[in-house]
């Protein structure tokens, strides 16, 4: 664990470093690339930077933003974190760096201390987003992370340590809202050798192609396989939505099946959950424990096939292709 001592420099507007283990020296501004490039996970600020006389009022803000900043990791870092206090933190703070370029609109003179702040802080967002099971905010977040790993990437940021892992969370997040489409978008802003070797991407990966199959046993046995203990809300409710269409397939296949054989088919464990499964479906559970799907006497809904004219049209678009021929 690396501890520094910050202070501000009025003339270049950035931090210098002083107090480095047992040395005193003056780094360049430079040396603050270096240290950002470690995401802040293995920096500890051991003294607050208070506020200076010598810097304007907007720099001043900034110190500002950035004590809170620490504040956030320590409480962040904690074992349980509080997710509503993280949570309230992380709001201050998205209102101190609208001032300071949160989304990065001056690639030109890129500040990076402004650049690497915000997007340790936005990873934060995303992960403390899970914790509150808060998705329309998760969503938000992620939108506002992406510019900072595809936009910037190779030109003013280094990768971050979590960058995969998000994408990973995102592309979860994606199957278990049933949206194949928008995940198969978010899969080609990635490398193809990160598809293939990295596991945070090969776990979502791997979902949606048994999603694909049919293969929802394997989706089921994945909950003990995920990569990180943040994907375990986005598997709970990928695990619902593969419930709905298992439930779609039985009212179509069986006109009623017993209790035992739906919790089998749904992968459920409990018969509590089971019912208030059911309930949410508005299955009847009749005496016998059996599930009836089709009443008696109820009408067909298919309509016959109109083979005649089916055959017609067939005819025509033979003699059709042998006129073209």
């Known amino acids: 664990m690396l501890r520094f001592f910050f202070e501000p420099n009025p003339r270049s507007h950035q931090f210098e470093i002083v107090n480095v283990g047992p040395r005193t020296v003056k780094t360049a ?64 703070i998205k209102i101190g760096m609208i001032n300071h370029k949160f989304l990065p609109v001056n690639v030109e003179e890129p500040d990076l201390r402004e650049y690497f702040f915000t997007r340790d802080i936005l990873e934060i967002g995303v992960q403390c987003s899970v914790g509150m099971h808060d998705i329309s905010s998760f969503e938000r977040y992620m939108a506002q992370l992406k510019p900072y790993y595809l ?11 979590n960058e995969y892992h998000l ?80 439930a779609k397939c039985l009212q179509v296949a069986y006109k009623k099946v017993s209790i035992v054989s739906a919790m089998e088919k749904l992968n459920f464990n409990d018969i ?31 309509q016959p096939l109109r083979a005649e004219e089916i055959v017609s049209y067939t005819c025509q678009y033979t003699k059709d292709l042998d006129i073209i021929v």
Not at 56 to 63: D, E, L, P, V
Not at 179 to 188: K, M, N, P
Not at 277 to 302: P, R
């Open 29 to 92: 501004p430079t040396v603050v690339k270096l240290v950002c490039c470690e995401n802040f996970d293995n920096v500890v600020c051991s003294r607050p930077i208070a506020r200076s006389s010598r810097t304007n009022n907007i720099m001043s803000s900034f110190y500002e933003i950035t004590n809170l900043f620490w504040t956030l990791k320590m409480e962040w870092n904690k074992t349980q974190p509080d997710f509503k206090k993280c949570n309230d933190m992380l709001m201050d």
């Open 151 to 161: 936009d910037y990437k190779d030109k003013i940021l280094p990768k971050s340590l």
């Open 167 to 246: 994408f990973g969370l995102n592309l979860l997040f994606l199957l278990s809202q049933n949206r194949i489409a928008d995940f198969h978008t978010e899969l080609e802003l990635l490398p193809f050798n990160i598809i293939q070797t990295n596991p945070y991407i090969i776990h979502s990966v791997a979902l949606e192609q048994y999603l694909m199959e049919g293969n929802y046993n394997k989706i089921f046995e994945s909950k003990n396989n995920v990569p990180s203990h943040t994907y375990n809300y986005f598997m709970s409710i990928l695990f619902n939505t593969v419930r709905d269409e298992i």
């Open 272 to 302: 509590n959950e089971m019912k208030e499964f059911a309930i949410k479906k508005n299955w009847m559970l009749g005496k016998d424990n059996y599930y009836v799907f089709h009443v008696e006497g109820e009408k067909d809904t298919i």
